[in-house]
């Protein structure tokens, strides 16, 4: 999440330096929840003196409204076609987020255009 939201800064340095103003607050996606709270909440416990650092960094950002972590369900992941193996409900449901929904129509209407040449 830190090398995230420092590489989000860079692109938001990058435009300003061309002139493009972006002032809206940048989603960050994230799949942990726990993430979420800790950065959501000041408190730190014994636990998290490891991450103290980059929490701070994430804190900040989140509290100057430059980044706004949101909570990403394990249904609504896109990485997880491409880094595991998925029910048939699910691999379905994300080919078609991917507006990937009826391969085999896309292949016979790619067949359609090479048969034609």
Do not use: W
Not at 2 to 24: C, D, N, P, Y
Request: charged share 20%.
């Amino acid at each position: 999440m830190t090398a995230v939201t420092g590489e989000l800064k860079q692109l938001k340095g990058l435009l300003h330096s061309l002139g493009i103003s972006h002032s809206q607050t940048m989603r960050l996606h994230c799949d942990s929840q726990a993430v979420l709270h800790i950065v959501k909440n000041p408190v730190f416990h014994e636990h998290t003196k490891h991450i103290q650092v980059d929490c701070h960094f994430i804190r900040d950002e989140y509290l100057t409204d430059n980044i706004a972590p949101t909570y990403v369900s394990t249904h609504a992941r896109l990485a997880d076609i491409f880094t595991k193996a998925l029910g048939p409900t699910q691999f379905t449901s994300l080919l078609c987020k991917l507006e990937i929904c009826n391969l085999d129509a896309q292949l016979e209407k790619g067949n359609d255009i090479m048969m034609r040449y």
